[in-house]
C-alpha cells in the first residue's frame, strides 16, 4: 500500500516518470472515470498519460487574450534552439571564421602577394563604370556593418562583454542592433543592385571547369581562360546573392516577428540566418584578401575601375579580347566595361 | 535558502483569469504585455483542462543561455530576474523560452521590440529592494516585502501555488494521493529537468 501511494504521488508529480512508470500506475491506480462514449472504462491516469505525452512536443490550446502566440503553452524546442545557441553556432562560427583567417595566413605566407605576371602595363582599362561600383561598395560597406553587428551579438557575450564591461557592452549592442535593423535595406538593395547588373556574366560554363582544374591559378601554375568573371568571381557572385538573398529573407522574418511563420519558423529562420551569416562572413574575408593584400592589381577594378591592361590579360583574357575586339594594340579605355 | 517554483494544480484551475488581473494590477504591467496567462488545452473536449502559465524561473535557463548581453541573473531564491537596463530587446529569449514568458512592448523602430518584461516572481529586479525606480521598471517587489507572488496569493481555487519548490511539491503530492488523480506539475519536467540530477 505504501509502495503504490508512494508511486502514485511520484507518479502525479513529475511528468516524465509518470511515462515510463504508466501502466504499472494505470493499473495501481483505484478511480476509474467512464469515457464519454461509454465504450469501454478509461482509466483517468491513461488520460493524464495522453495529456503527458502531449507534453512530448508543443503543447497549444486556447487563451482569452488576442495574441496567438500566447496560446502555445509549452515548447521544448525552446532548449534546443539554446543549445544551438550554446554549442553548434559558436562551433560553425569559430571552425568557419577562424579558419578561413588561418588558410588565408598560411596562403599568405608560402604564396606571398601575387604579382602581375610581366609587370604593370601602365595602360589601364575599364573593368567597372561608376554604378557597378556603387553597387558593389553599398553593398560591402552594409556587410561590414551587419556582420560586425550580428558577431557580436552571436559572440560579443564571450569575447566583448569581459573586455569592456556589462553597461559599454549594451550601449554597443544596442546601436549595433539598431545599425543591423536599418542597414538591411541598402544591404538588400545593394544584392538586387549587383544581380541585375552582373547575372549575365556570371553564367556558369564549361570555362568554370577548367578554372577549377587550374587550381584557380591560387595553387597551380597559369591561368584558365576567363570571359568578365571566372569561376572564383562567379562562386563569390552567387554566394553572395543567393546567400545573402536568403540571409535577407530571414533576417525580415526576425526584423518583424511572428508576422508570416509560428515559433518553429522563427527559430528555424534565426538558425538558418546565423549560419549563412558566419559562411557568408567568412567568404567574404577571403575576397577582401584576394582583392586587397593578396593580389597585386585587383583592388583598382573596384577602386577607380580602372584595372592594368596585363592584369586583366592574365586574370580575364577573354574579357579584354571581348573589350578590345581584335586590335590587341588598343590604347587608353577601349571601350566601357558595358 | 528556499528553491522558489510556481506550480499549477490543473484539476483546480477554473479558467478566472484571476491570477493574470492580480498581476497586472499589482505591477502596473503596461497594455499588450501579459507576465501571466491562462492556456486551456482541449476546450471543450473530454480531459479540458486550465492552466495558469508564466515565468517558471528555470534551472539553468534558456533565456538567460541565448541573452547576447548576459542581462539575466538568478538569485539566491531561484529567482530568474533580468536588468531592464542592460536589455536590448532583440528577442532572443522568447525563442528559447519554453513557457512564452517575456514580453516586449513595441516601442523601437519598424514596431520591433523594445525592452524585455516578464514575471518576476514579484521579486522586482537589480535596483534597490523597494525603491519607486524599481516598482517603475519591474513592478513591485512583494519577496522583500516578505509575501509570495500575489497571483498566487489570491487564487480562489488554490490551483496556483508560489513558494518554496519543496513544500508546494508536498501540498501537491498530498492533494494528489487524497483525490487519487492528478495531471501533474505543469511544466516542471521541462523547468527543472537538468536540476534533478544536480
Not at chain 1, 558577431?151 to 549592442?173: D, K, M, Q, Y
Request: include cysteine; charge should be neutral.
Amino acid at each position: 500500500m505504501t509502495n503504490r501511494l508512494t508511486r502514485l504521488a511520484a507518479a502525479g508529480l513529475l511528468a516524465l516518470p509518470l511515462l515510463a512508470g504508466g501502466p504499472a500506475f494505470a493499473q495501481g491506480a483505484g478511480p476509474v472515470g467512464q469515457t464519454p462514449s461509454g465504450q469501454q472504462p478509461q482509466n483517468i491516469s491513461e488520460q493524464e498519460v495522453q495529456l503527458f505525452q502531449q507534453l512530448q512536443g508543443n503543447v497549444a490550446g486556447r487563451v482569452s487574450i488576442p495574441d496567438a502566440k500566447a496560446s502555445l503553452l509549452i515548447q521544448p524546442e525552446g532548449k534546443s534552439w539554446r543549445d544551438f545557441q550554446r554549442e553548434e553556432l559558436k562551433l560553425i562560427g569559430g571552425i568557419a571564421i577562424f579558419g578561413i583567417l588561418a588558410v588565408l595566413a598560411i596562403f599568405f605566407a608560402t604564396r606571398g602577394r601575387i604579382k602581375i605576371e610581366g609587370g604593370p602595363a601602365g595602360r589601364t582599362i575599364t573593368r567597372f563604370n561608376g554604378l557597378e561600383r556603387f553597387a558593389h561598395w553599398l553593398t560591402a560597406s552594409c556587410f561590414i556593418v551587419l556582420g560586425l553587428s550580428g558577431l557580436n551579438i552571436a559572440f560579443g557575450r564571450a569575447l566583448l562583454l569581459p573586455v569592456i564591461g556589462p553597461e559599454a557592452f549594451t550601449a554597443v549592442s544596442q546601436a549595433g542592433k539598431y545599425a543591423h535593423n536599418y542597414l538591411s535595406f541598402p544591404f538588400t538593395l545593394g544584392v538586387v543592385l549587383m544581380f541585375l547588373l552582373w547575372a549575365k556574366d556570371n553564367i556558369p560554363n564549361k570555362l568554370d571547369i577548367d578554372w577549377l582544374k587550374a587550381g584557380g591559378g591560387l595553387v597551380g601554375k597559369g591561368h584558365a581562360h576567363a570571359h568578365r568573371f571566372n569561376g572564383g568571381q562567379k562562386m563569390i557572385f552567387w554566394s553572395t546573392v543567393l546567400g545573402g538573398g536568403a540571409i535577407a529573407a530571414t533576417g525580415y522574418f526576425l526584423m518583424f516577428p511572428f508576422t508570416v511563420t509560428d515559433m518553429a519558423g522563427m527559430q528555424l529562420a534565426h538558425i538558418v540566418h546565423a549560419v549563412l551569416g558566419v559562411l557568408l562572413i567568412a567568404m567574404i574575408l577571403a575576397h577582401i584578401y584576394i582583392g586587397s593584400v593578396g593580389m597585386e592589381g585587383a583592388f583598382a577594378a573596384m577602386g577607380s575601375g580602372e584595372v592594368d591592361l596585363n592584369w586583366a590579360r592574365a586574370h580575364h583574357d577573354l574579357w579584354v579580347q571581348d573589350m578590345m575586339g581584335t586590335r590587341h594594340e588598343g590604347r587608353g579605355h577601349p571601350v566601357a566595361a558595358e | 535558502m528556499a528553491r522558489m517554483k510556481f506550480l499549477c494544480d490543473a484539476e483546480r484551475c477554473i479558467e478566472c483569469n484571476a491570477c493574470v488581473t492580480a498581476c497586472k494590477n499589482e505591477h502596473e504591467v503596461p497594455w499588450g504585455i501579459n507576465r501571466r496567462r491562462v492556456v486551456t488545452i482541449k476546450d471543450g473536449e473530454p480531459g479540458e483542462r486550465s492552466i495558469s502559465m508564466a515565468c517558471m524561473h528555470c534551472t539553468d535557463a534558456p533565456c538567460a543561455a541565448v541573452c547576447p548581453v548576459d542581462c539575466f541573473y538568478t538569485t539566491a531564491d531561484g529567482v530568474v530576474l533580468h536588468s531592464k537596463d542592460l536589455c536590448i530587446g532583440c528577442g532572443y529569449c522568447f525563442y528559447a523560452c519554453p513557457f512564452g514568458a517575456p514580453q516586449y512592448p513595441q516601442t523601437s523602430n519598424f514596431g520591433s521590440r523594445g525592452k524585455m518584461d516578464k514575471c518576476t516572481f514579484c521579486a522586482g529586479g537589480p535596483e534597490d529592494d523597494i525603491t519607486p525606480v524599481e516598482y517603475q521598471k519591474y513592478g513591485s517587489n512583494r519577496l522583500a516585502e516578505g509575501k509570495l507572488p500575489l497571483c498566487a496569493e489570491m487564487c480562489s481555487t488554490k490551483a496556483l501555488l508560489a513558494g518554496d519548490g519543496d513544500i508546494i511539491a508536498a501540498i501537491y503530492k498530498e492533494r494528489v494521493v487524497k483525490r487519487g488523480y492528478g495531471t501533474g506539475a505543469w511544466g516542471w519536467s521541462v523547468a527543472y529537468k537538468d536540476s534533478s540530477a544536480a
